[in-house]
């Protein structure tokens, strides 16, 4: 098994207390600086970041059993760089193996009923809210989100389960009239096969039960990669699969490192015994495995990058849009697909709107350690993530933009970055034309509803998009003109399980959650039957 798991409680070390997580020399507390004494490791233990050992999984999850790698890597935390653990390190191989292994158990898991399935999901579903505590100060620790966030994520993530498990019993065939009276039309739903599920680390639970409630609702079996950056939600989530009673193999995980990643996605995306491929990331990213499913023309679902737009017009409730925009933009430190990457504003409320913005934003957001009582904003991922957040400030400031808040590196660590606003921003600016995924919210001024349409538009991508307005012929113009998949209309967060997630244009293929989720794992088998 796999060393040291570090968490910490106020930037405090702790090593859990158990056998499972085999401590190397030097991983008690931080990476320089003598080691805690024995009497801080038990007041820690005992303290708001001790968690149960049985979660804390270091080694990969195949076939109903925990299995070490030839080698490991680090996860860090990024509020502080230390290091929490040392993961399984999975090539490719142990990919493929995953794979055979979910494939022998999808012969099985396909047979065994849909009441059964939905038994086992809301199993599984009440294990996580038992432990709904405990994961999400895994979520905090090695993403950096402020731990209520965490723990509004970790809710969101079992609600997803519950969800499946109810949409399990609702998988309906048709039969269909025909032209012919000896004849009988029936249309079967049949679950794919293997599910290969790669999953981004800035929501490291919620889109692998997203994902994967669906899947084995529809009788799939899965094998998941989760993101380098954040390999524990994933594990744990295993370690209550199995205790939930969901059967060896279907449910299997192997992490692996950034280093490994190419060969791993690829192995996932190439193996002939996978039939779905589901992928939430980057847009390039995504590009590069529909290349890999089409040498097979596997089923493909994709949630991609956006650029949203967050429009707010001169009829609008001002007080109602700074709020929608301090959610929609500042959730995860601006770290989420979903979040307003670019702000346009009516020329009539344009000055009240970005006065009261940055005063909000100057009153409500603290910029800290996630598990900091008060913090709003964590770190940023890592420190690339940083640097694109730089040099986007840089380079609108340096084309005319102006800093009304914010604007440079926190003082708290390398990883931290001050919540910001721009005005004076135009579309050949970088943060008008790419995603940011941080902390940066800029400020386009406009004069009329088609200027706004047309800008909002005027992008290869359309995933979420925004508006606040009281017009109610302008709510329907707009909401239709907007190309996007998913529409706020005066309202800043818009993710719910019941409702379907997904986008246009390059934003993606299908739809995530809803009823519409568990299509995605099925197949529409026409049945003929004659001579009757």
């Known amino acids: 098994m796999a060393t040291c798991l570090r968490l910490r409680s106020f930037k405090a070390p702790l090593v859990p207390p158990g056998r499972r997580l085999r401590p190397s020399p030097g991983c008690l507390g931080l990476t320089s600086g003598p080691a805690p004494d024995r009497a801080q490791l038990r007041s820690y233990a005992r303290g708001p970041a001790g968690l149960s050992p049985e979660l804390l999984r270091t080694d990969s999850f195949v076939g109903g059993r925990w299995l070490p790698a030839a080698a490991t890597f680090p996860v860090t935390d990024p509020a502080s760089g230390a290091t929490l653990g040392m993961v399984a390190d999975c090539g490719a191989a142990e990919a493929h193996a995953a794979v055979r292994t979910a494939y022998e158990a999808f012969h099985s898991w396909r047979g065994v009923s849909a009441k059964e399935r939905s038994s086992l999901l809301r199993k599984w579903y009440d294990l996580m809210m038992q432990n709904k505590d405990d994961l999400a100060k895994i979520i905090t620790a090695e993403s950096g989100k402020p731990l209520t966030e965490a723990q509004g994520e970790m809710v969101y993530s079992a609600l997803f389960l519950e969800w499946f498990s109810e949409e399990a019993r609702r998988v309906y065939g048709d039969i269909i009239p025909t032209s012919s009276k000896d004849r009988r039309a029936l249309v079967l739903k049949q679950p794919l096969g293997v599910a290969s599920i790669i999953t981004p680390w800035n929501f490291p639970s919620a889109m692998i039960t997203r994902k994967v409630g669906a899947a084995l609702a529809a009788g799939c079996t899965v094998v998941v990669k989760p993101a380098e950056d954040t390999p524990f939600s994933a594990l744990a989530l295993a370690q209550l699969a199995n205790q939930a009673g969901i059967p060896p193999g279907v449910y299997n995980v192997v992490p692996c490192s950034r280093a490994k990643a190419k060969e791993v996605g690829e192995a996932l995306c190439t193996d002939p015994l996978v039939s779905k491929i589901s992928f939430t990331g980057s847009t390039a990213t995504g590009k590069i495995l529909l290349h890999h499913a089409a040498s097979s023309v596997k089923r493909v679902s994709m949630e991609l990058g956006g650029l949203a737009p967050f429009i707010v017009f001169d009829s609008a409730n001002v007080d109602q849009a700074v709020k929608g925009a301090m959610a929609s933009k500042f959730r995860n430190a601006g770290q989420t697909c979903v979040c307003a990457n670019r702000f346009l504003v009516q020329r009539g409320i344009h000055d009240s709107f970005v006065k009261q913005f940055a005063q909000a934003i100057n009153t409500n957001l603290r910029v800290g350690n996630g598990f900091e009582e008060g913090t709003t904003q964590g770190p940023l991922i890592n420190e690339k993530a940083v640097e694109k957040v730089e040099k986007h400030v840089t380079d609108a400031v340096s084309k005319g933009a102006t800093i009304v808040t914010g604007g440079k ?81 005066n309202e800043g967060i818009i993710s719910s399980v019941e409702c379907p997630f997904g986008g246009v244009k390059q934003s993606g293929l299908g739809r995530e959650g809803s009823k519409y989720g568990i299509d995605e794992y099925l197949e529409v088998k026409y049945v003929c039957y004659g001579s009757v």
């Not at 910001?420 to 943060?431: A, K, R, Y």
């Open 409 to 489: 590196r926190h003082q708290y660590g390398r990883n931290f970055f001050e919540p910001t606003l721009l005005s004076n921003v135009t579309g050949d600016m970088l943060c008008s034309r790419e995603e940011t995924f941080g902390p940066l919210a800029p400020v386009i001024k406009f004069d009329t509803e088609e200027e706004a349409i047309a800008i909002a538009n005027a992008t290869d991508v359309g995933l979420a998009g925004y508006f606040y307005s009281q017009d109610p012929a302008q709510i329907w113009r707009v909401a239709e003109q907007l190309e996007v998949g998913m529409v706020g209309v």
